[in-house]
């Protein structure tokens, strides 16, 4: 907590919030990241032998057998959604299936399903960005500045 | 009669007329299952939104008091309801359905005894021979509207909570056999500044001390006068603070004496972090579980004190912190 949101707060309550916090079962950080990084792991190694295929059977080059395996990737991880696995897998691995784009077609599938009953116009079509929504403002932001400092950096005579 | 600075106590001993509690397929998985009236099996309850099974939980459970009680709704002067969602639609809709004089409450899950108290008090004051209070809550329906959609994969911390999927009705009345309330305790808010939606428990812990401390003092009792004191959803998490802050202020309880209904309902193997919650948490603990245990002379006294996060998505999106409030209810056999 940022040490000017604690001045505000009263002997009491800080005194309190140090008990509570003593009581709080710590977040098991270790144990998460360590299953964040092996269901990570197995997903890319899925979307590995996804491109590999496409690549060697499918006829794609090695540059644009990406998009036909991030479709795979998004269907898969949309399917597991709907028959409500997603949520148990999510659970156990954390940041495993929600960094990838696995997570973010969870994001949108769950929302578009639990929204449904809104209708299709203020439900689904509304709501299905609630979550994903950030994530694309920021992403799309994020690559503008970059492209920006790449410009800037070239026109200043480097790479 | 008021006595001390926020305790009502009730002459007339109010009588629990009949009681009934209803729950979903997880909660017939749970610890507590015996003690239900009726367990669904369809989490949507045929309904095609968990808004409307929500409804349709709280109608059922406000139609087996009625005839448990072998009433009909005619005889039910007012209904008093309250549940967890925008505007309680739950509580009003279902009150359309009953076609019975309505007031809605809102204490979060503290609205279960809250709506026990005010009934209570409909009845001490004569101004009503019958009421029927009810809450509910569902799953489903808290994790849309409080926190992600159901099927999100978010990774949860050990101190969330599992909101329970159910409702618990009571009927009290002027007349008739069955467990009296004999006291209220109404509690304040009392926010210690916790702000994290995912420990509720710890955000409501300081106003379940602050009513208990308050019904001990306003009384002039002690904890051993009760056979059992539960509170409705502090969790592990929020029930081990109370427990320690408690102590500390010298109330005392003797073993299994100082309880927490969302540590009752669920088994230990079931997925629910840190314990039940929702309205319905300490409504089918009450009226299921403990009414029946107080009717086979288990329990002569006890004390329920519902607890409640008084915090809205909005509240916690624009960093506010969690108010907490308890309202405690002192039933006797």
């Known amino acids: 907590m940022p040490s000017q949101k604690k001045k505000k707060l009263t002997t009491a309550q800080q005194q309190y919030q140090k008990l509570a916090k003593a009581k709080e079962p710590k977040r098991p950080f270790l144990l998460n990241m360590i299953r964040a990084f092996i269901a990570g792991g197995i997903i890319c190694t899925i979307g590995q032998a996804i491109q590999w295929l496409f690549i060697t059977y499918g006829k794609f080059s090695e540059e644009n057998a990406g998009n036909p395996t991030v479709a795979v990737l998004i269907m898969i991880s949309v399917l597991l959604t709907g028959f409500g696995i997603f949520d148990h897998l999510a659970q156990w691995s954390g940041a495993g299936t929600a960094v990838p784009i696995t997570g973010f077609a969870n994001s949108m599938a769950s929302a578009a399903i639990e929204h449904r009953s809104e209708g299709f116009v203020l439900g689904v079509g509304a709501k299905m960005f609630k979550l994903a929504g950030s994530v694309i403002v920021y992403g799309v932001f994020s690559a503008f500045v970059i492209v920006l400092i790449k410009i800037l950096i070239k026109a200043l005579g480097g790479i | ?333």
């Open chain 2, 1 to 333: 009669m008021l006595q001390g600075h926020q305790t009502w106590v009730f002459n007339s001993m109010p009588v629990i007329r009949a009681s009934a509690a209803v729950g979903g397929p997880f909660e017939a998985e749970g610890a507590l299952h015996d003690d239900f009236d009726r367990l669904n099996a369809d989490i949507w309850m045929g309904q095609d939104s968990f808004e409307k099974a929500e409804k349709k939980l709280l109608e059922q459970a406000c139609d087996l008091a009625i005839q448990q009680a072998a009433m009909k709704k005619a005889d039910v002067q007012f209904f008093i309801g309250g549940d967890l969602m925008d505007q309680i639609i739950s509580s009003s809709f279902a009150a359309r359905t009953l076609g019975v004089p309505y007031l809605g409450i809102y204490g979060a899950c503290s609205s279960s005894m809250e709506g026990l108290a005010l009934a209570s008090l409909l009845i001490e004051s004569g101004f009503a021979q019958n009421v029927l209070t009810a809450t509910s809550s569902h799953n489903g329906a808290a994790e849309k509207q409080y926190r992600y959609p159901t099927e999100y994969g978010s990774q949860k911390p050990p101190t969330a909570q599992w909101t329970v999927t159910g409702a618990g009705a009571a009927i009290l009345g002027r007349e008739g056999t069955g467990p009296h309330v004999v006291a209220a305790t109404i509690g304040k808010v009392v926010d210690m500044g916790l702000s994290d939606p995912l420990n509720m428990g710890g955000a409501m812990a300081p106003a379940a001390v602050d009513t208990i401390e308050a019904h001990f003092r306003d009384l002039q009792r002690s904890p051993s006068y009760y056979d059992l004191i539960v509170t409705g959803d502090l969790g592990r998490v929020g029930h081990g603070i109370a427990t320690d802050l408690l102590t500390q202020h010298g109330i005392k309880f003797s073993a299994n004496q100082f309880n927490d209904c969302g540590l009752m309902i669920y088994q230990k193997e079931q997925p629910v972090f840190a314990g039940g919650s929702g309205c319905a948490c300490s409504a089918t603990v009450t009226y299921g579980h403990l009414l029946k245990r107080m009717k086979k002379g288990e329990l002569h006294r006890i004390l329920v004190v519902a607890t409640g996060a008084l915090l809205s998505p909005l509240s916690y999106q624009q960093k506010e912190s969690i108010p907490g409030v308890a309202h405690a209810v002192a039933i006797e056999m």
